[in-house]
């Protein structure tokens, strides 16, 4: 049988790359969403205590400068590695598939690289260290998210999304709680270190998919290798404008939260400004946790995506259009809750949609790794956008009303989106 992921002439055997119809049970999720939690305790721990305070430690002067020196040079690095991790898997001809390799391999680069963080002798080896990491967690989360394309169903994908999405969200409670259990980041980093090499573990066990034949496995060029990461939007519209919407969600909501400690502490003028980020960010994942549980199942039980996707990017926008009018504590509250509603339906339901727009079966873990730019990017972009809107163009009621008309330009540009309903 032909390649339905472009290979000319390649005979691809059903279960290899053919859409798949039999429904995975409650270990194989288990596994996915311990492995969202232990990949994400392992990112934010780090980046919401950890880093910061080994920057300290450092330079106490110029912390907020090695800071940004070690998630700068992160960021880069997780663009690249994603896409990159996940089209090697799709070529990976183990006897234990093509996704958990990745995973395991993944998962122990981030682990010794997390251990080398938290003895580091020098700012150095600390930001080579959390580049290390991002490479190894973005490996495991590459080939991870293109097993659920690769083994679930259409109409169960939104359900695996939602859990997926789920176990994100704790993941970066618990990498918080972790890191302040700790008392310090060199317990901190080993504890997230070792819970990130335990959490793959019902993966490795349940993740196992049918391996690739070597001999259908096409050549290898560098050139076409590297061309093959771009994705013409003409040839694959869908995938374009399904790309297009994720970016520009995620760039608004990037935007409603980049600045809230400042937004608390200048525009609201609340006493304890630390203290109620934690709240908002408490009640944000509450709410991103529960729709995104009932979100996905709810679209794949009506066969729709489109809806659901167009409904979460215009509630994400009603929540900054509630703070640009009303800059007070209580809005604040609200808006939190209304942004985690339309966040967690989002990301279960548009995951979803874009798993049934990919251009090739055969490439799903490079292709997801493109779509994972839509995610990662906005982190670069929004501090770009967000500090001379503030400074210079109307302050936060400017960057709210602004965060508000991309996040609904997502929600218009869902309808270009033809071959998902």
Same mark, same amino acid.
């Given at each position: 049988?032909t390649?339905?992921?472009?290979?000319?002439?390649? +005979?691809?055997?059903?279960?290899?790359?053919?859409?798949?119809?039999?429904?995975?049970?409650?270990?194989?999720?288990?596994?996915?969403?311990?492995?969202?939690?232990?990949?994400?305790?392992?990112?934010?721990?780090?980046?919401?205590?950890?880093?910061?305070?080994?920057?300290?430690?450092?330079?106490?002067?110029?912390?907020?400068?090695?800071?940004?020196?070690?998630? +700068?040079?992160?960021?880069?690095?997780?663009?690249?590695?994603n896409?990159?991790?996940?089209?090697?898997?799709?070529?990976?001809?183990?006897?234990?598939g093509?996704?958990?390799?990745?995973?395991?391999?993944?998962?122990?680069?981030?682990?010794?690289?997390?251990?080398?963080?938290?003895?580091?002798?020098?700012?150095?080896?600390?930001?080579?260290?959390?580049?290390?990491?991002?490479?190894?967690?973005?490996?495991?989360?590459?080939?991870?998210?293109? +097993?659920?394309?690769?083994?679930?169903?259409?109409?169960?994908? +939104?359900?695996?999304?939602?859990?997926a999405?789920?176990?994100?969200?704790?993941?970066?409670?618990? *990498?918080?709680? $972790?890191?302040?259990?700790?008392?310090?980041?060199?317990?901190?980093?080993?504890?997230?270190?070792?819970?990130?090499?335990?959490?793959?573990?019902?993966?490795?066990?349940?993740?196992?998919?049918?391996?690739?034949?070597?001999? #259908?496995?096409?050549?290898?060029?560098?050139?076409?290798?590297?061309?093959?990461?771009?994705?013409?939007?003409?040839?694959?519209?869908?995938?374009?404008?399904?790309?297009?919407?994720?970016? #520009?969600?995620?760039?608004?909501?990037?935007?409603?939260?980049?600045? #809230?400690?400042?937004?608390?502490?200048d525009?609201?003028?609340?006493?304890?400004?630390?203290?109620?980020?934690?709240?908002?960010?408490?009640?944000?994942?509450?709410?991103?946790?529960?729709?995104?549980?009932?979100?996905?199942?709810?679209s794949?039980?009506?066969?729709?995506?489109?809806?659901?996707?167009?409904?979460?990017?215009?509630?994400?926008a009603?929540?900054?259009?509630?703070?640009?009018?009303?800059?007070?504590?209580?809005?604040?509250?609200?808006?939190?809750?209304?942004? *985690?509603? *339309?966040?967690?339906m989002?990301?279960?339901?548009?995951?979803? #949609?874009?798993?049934?727009?990919?251009?090739?079966?055969?490439?799903?873990?490079?292709d997801?790794?493109?779509?994972?730019?839509?995610?990662?990017?906005?982190?670069?972009?929004?501090?770009?956008?967000?500090?001379?809107?503030?400074?210079?163009?109307?302050?936060?009621?400017? $960057?709210?009303?602004?965060?508000?008309?991309?996040?609904? $330009?997502?929600?218009?540009?869902?309808?270009?989106?033809? *071959?998902?309903?």
């Amino acid at each position: 049988m032909t390649s339905p992921g472009g290979v000319p002439g390649a +005979g691809v055997p059903a279960a290899a790359f053919a859409e798949p119809t039999r429904r995975v049970g409650p270990g194989w999720i288990t596994g996915v969403i311990l492995v969202n939690v232990g990949i994400n305790a392992a990112f934010f721990g780090p980046l919401q205590v950890l880093l910061a305070q080994q920057a300290q430690s450092f330079d106490a002067a110029n912390k907020e400068a090695v800071l940004a020196l070690a998630t +700068g040079f992160g960021a880069a690095v997780s663009l690249v590695a994603n896409p990159i991790a996940g089209a090697f898997s799709d070529r990976t001809t183990s006897a234990l598939g093509r996704r958990v390799p990745w995973v395991l391999g993944g998962a122990l680069l981030a682990f010794a690289a997390l251990l080398l963080l938290a003895g580091a002798p020098t700012i150095a080896v600390m930001v080579a260290a959390w580049c290390l990491v991002q490479a190894g967690c973005n490996g495991a989360y590459a080939a991870v998210t293109a +097993g659920i394309p690769d083994r679930v169903p259409a109409l169960q994908r +939104g359900q695996v999304g939602g859990l997926a999405a789920m176990g994100q969200t704790v993941g970066i409670v618990f *990498g918080a709680v $972790l890191a302040n259990l700790a008392g310090g980041f060199v317990l901190g980093y080993i504890y997230c270190a070792v819970f990130l090499l335990l959490s793959v573990v019902m993966f490795l066990v349940k993740g196992r998919d049918v391996p690739l034949d070597p001999a #259908l496995r096409p050549p290898f060029a560098w050139g076409r290798f590297l061309k093959s990461f771009y994705i013409s939007p003409r040839r694959h519209p869908d995938f374009g404008w399904a790309w297009l919407t994720r970016f #520009l969600v995620n760039l608004g909501n990037n935007l409603f939260t980049l600045y #809230l400690f400042f937004f608390l502490q200048d525009a609201v003028g609340h006493p304890d400004p630390a203290a109620g980020v934690l709240l908002l960010t408490g009640i944000y994942a509450l709410m991103v946790i529960v729709t995104a549980v009932i979100g996905g199942p709810w679209s794949d039980r009506i066969d729709r995506r489109k809806p659901f996707v167009i409904a979460s990017a215009a509630t994400i926008a009603t929540a900054s259009i509630l703070v640009a009018l009303w800059q007070t504590w209580p809005t604040a509250l609200v808006a939190a809750a209304v942004l *985690g509603a *339309g966040f967690g339906m989002f990301l279960a339901v548009d995951f979803a #949609l874009l798993t049934q727009v990919l251009p090739s079966a055969a490439d799903r873990g490079k292709d997801l790794g493109v779509i994972n730019i839509a995610n990662s990017s906005p982190q670069v972009f929004a501090p770009l956008v967000a500090a001379p809107v503030v400074l210079y163009l109307g302050g936060y009621t400017a $960057l709210f009303v602004l965060a508000a008309v991309i996040g609904l $330009l997502g929600a218009v540009f869902v309808v270009k989106i033809k *071959g998902v309903r």
